[in-house]
């Protein structure tokens, strides 16, 4: 079985669900806590090639996203969204799995099983 690369965050309940069900599936997993280590922009522009969601979804529409004063043109194509999480990590979805030339945003929490089983 390839390794998976977990874009974790410790602090999230969903992100925690999902190295919980790697463990449950014996899964080889690379955690990577992207808070301490945020990604690059080619990094990111990898992630982006590879990602089965919208890429508008690779970031948070939370109070942060609402107290930076950012709206739908930060995240309107991947230029903006890479833009957007050099600038605040803090706002990339979580988690986000990779493998194997695919990834995923782990959300909702029935997404994880079948992407570490596949």
């Not at 930060?74 to 230029?79: G, I, K, L, S």
Request: a negative charge.
């Amino acid at each position: 079985m390839s390794t998976t690369t977990i874009l974790h965050n410790p602090n999230c309940t969903t992100s925690r669900s999902a190295l919980q069900t790697a463990e449950d599936l014996g899964a080889d997993v690379e955690i990577r806590r992207y808070l301490k280590d945020p990604l690059t922009e080619a990094e990111l522009r990898d992630l982006i090639a590879i990602l089965e969601d919208p890429v508008e979804d690779l970031v948070r529409r939370d109070p942060l996203f609402v107290q930076l004063g950012l709206d739908h043109d930060d995240v309107a194509d991947a230029e903006a969204v890479i833009a957007t999480l050099l600038r605040e990590p803090r706002l990339l979805q979580r988690p986000v799995l990779i493998r194997d030339g695919r990834a995923i945003i782990g959300r909702p929490k029935d997404r994880v099983r079948p992407f570490l089983a596949g």
